[in-house]
């Protein structure tokens, strides 16, 4: 059993930085895919980024692409995304997950392990 535990969110003004982390617990993530996933308030939750643990490949949705970096920290057995250039448009409850496997997944049904969520707010 794998436990994923977000931290990381608040309230930033648009342009400005964060970064989010998950730390599993329970199991390393060596033979897993880890990805966040948001959901805004009245949407769908969507894919935002991934990574291979095996490989190393990411993944990423259009909307963060050059301004969202997904990254692991294998000593932390952590996975982190650092978020510059924030918009209004990127305030959302995000979550991570993760599931075994190589194939970076951007639809939530692979996902086995789900964390809780932090909340990210991009005020304008």
């Known amino acids: 059993q794998v436990q994923l535990v977000e931290s990381g969110g608040g309230l930033v003004q648009a342009g400005g930085s964060l970064r989010l982390s998950c730390v599993a617990s329970g199991r390393t993530f060596s033979t897993y895919v880890v990805a966040w996933f948001r959901q805004a308030p009245g949407k769908e939750r969507e894919f935002v980024a991934g990574v291979s643990w095996t490989t190393g490949a990411t993944r990423y949705t259009d909307s963060v692409k050059g301004r969202f970096t997904i990254s692991r920290d294998n000593a932390e057995n952590t996975v982190n995304l650092r978020m510059n250039s924030l918009k209004p448009e990127d305030t959302a409850v995000y979550s991570c997950?993760?599931?075994?496997?190589?194939?970076?997944?951007?639809?939530?049904?692979?996902?086995?392990?789900w964390g809780q969520g932090t909340q990210v707010t991009v005020s304008s």
């Open positions: 997950a993760a599931r075994h496997g190589t194939v970076i997944h951007s639809t939530t049904p692979p996902y086995d392990y």
